[in-house]
């Protein structure tokens, strides 16, 4: 059987944690490696003693998309930020690394919700961001050869820095890096062909995206951190050119970023409202609805595991997604259940289970936040975001509800 696995195609959760451990052994030579095969990561402790814990999430989509072969070079890359290190290094010659990343916040959560879970709270802080657009968020991070690592508010604080000053030098840094000559002309849009991560971090450079010579405002969409897609706003062919781009680029990425077309407005990044497409618009709905059930599933599994640790008894409702065959239409939805502690993630629907009736009431979010507070007020340091809920309505307000429900379900 052993000589079989070598051979096969499919490469194994358990297997693939089990080569980033050996890959680590020979890289870093950590005093121990810890696998958590149920929210898949490892907790290191380096040889000077500092815990690193690495989600294997990316990195295991990453290598079971190339051969065999080039698995360790996968993995190798992952682990590269293991043993970057500057002990030397001046104050400048750091700041000169600063560099801004535009991210999906889910990602740096998952790092708070995993140091919560392993005991490593407190130790460096949480990253500094700042809202883009679309849900997106700017972080800061520190450039090296291998890897990125993110720059906590702490950290800024020991430089003497604030947020604002942070930011403005790693734009600085960024804008350095950046040559017009590397937004690759196609008729009437622009691709990035810069290749070195910070490319979807160039819709930060304004004053880079209006030399782009394109008809109306710009319009850009960054479906994974490596692609930067510019047109102009009354560039029908443009526009449907740039979102089938992303639409494939989001169904074939490990590590996606966004859909959303954005149109350069008074010098903000707003959501476009022209037309795209009938089908790249499914395609890029869809493939946004499947991201927040990956993205609430690996939540669900971690906030559990916590949960668990800390003996709390919280019921952790999973985010559900259907598309009606006959309209397209996609339905987020989750479900509270009368006498449940939940914690709720935002859905379109919210689904209210109540034995007593017998019944099962189907909300639309807006009119069920109207008449349950929680639902204003999302738990601290959770993205995407869950609601804590704990009285059900009482029947006054059920009533209410009852009346606004889209669907009444019988028991």
């Not at 604030?162 to 804008?175: C, F, M, S, Y």
């Not at 995206?209 to 969409?221: C, Q």
């Not at 003996?311 to 397209?328: I, K, N, S």
Request: glycine letters at 6%.
């Amino acid at each position: 059987m052993r000589i079989l696995d070598r051979f096969r195609r499919t490469l194994s959760k358990d297997d693939f944690a089990a080569l980033v451990i050996r890959r680590a052994e020979i890289i870093a030579q950590p005093v121990s490696a810890r696998y958590d095969a149920e929210v898949f990561q490892i907790d290191f402790e380096l040889a000077d003693g500092q815990p690193w814990l690495m989600s294997l999430h990316n990195a295991f989509k990453d290598a079971s998309a190339v051969p065999p072969k080039q698995r360790n070079d996968i993995v190798d890359k992952y682990l590269a930020s293991m043993t970057d290190d500057h002990p030397d290094e001046c104050a400048e010659d750091t700041l000169a690394r600063l560099m801004p990343v535009i991210r999906d916040p889910a990602m740096f959560a998952w790092g708070l919700l995993s140091a919560r879970l392993s005991g490593r709270t407190g130790t460096g802080g949480g990253p500094c961001l700042r809202p883009f657009a679309d849900n997106l968020s700017v972080a800061l991070v520190l450039d090296s050869e291998h890897a990125t690592t993110t720059v906590s508010l702490k950290t800024l604080i020991s430089w003497g820095l604030d947020a604002e000053a942070a930011l403005a030098r790693a734009l600085t840094n960024l804008r350095d890096r950046t040559s017009d000559a590397g937004m690759d002309r196609h008729g009437g849009i622009w691709i990035s062909t810069w290749n070195d991560v910070y490319d979807a971090s160039r819709m930060l450079l304004t004053d880079m995206i209006h030399r782009l010579p394109v008809h109306g405002e710009p319009v850009a969409v960054i479906p994974c951190r490596d692609k930067l897609l510019v047109t102009g706003s009354l560039d029908d062919e443009g526009v449907a050119l740039i979102a089938t781009l992303a639409a494939g680029i989001l169904e074939e990425e490990t590590r996606p970023l966004s859909g959303q077309l954005l149109v350069l407005r008074d010098g903000t990044w707003i959501p476009f409202q022209g037309n795209v497409p009938t089908e790249t618009a499914r395609r890029l709905n869809v493939a946004r609805y499947k991201r927040l059930i990956g993205t609430y599933d690996d939540q669900k599994t971690l906030l559990e595991k916590v949960y668990e640790k800390e003996a709390a008894d919280v019921f952790v409702a999973t985010y559900h997604a259907v598309e009606q065959t006959d309209t397209g239409r996609i339905t987020g939805s989750a479900q509270w259940t009368r006498d449940v502690l939940t914690l709720l993630p935002r859905c379109d629907e919210l689904w209210l289970f109540c034995d007593r009736r017998k019944e099962v009431l189907e909300i639309g979010w807006d009119d069920a936040i109207a008449h349950i507070p929680e639902l204003a007020t999302p738990v601290d340091d959770l993205d995407p975001p869950r609601f804590r809920l704990t009285d059900f309505p009482d029947d006054a307000t059920y009533d209410a509800l009852k009346r606004r429900a889209v669907r009444i379900r019988a028991l």
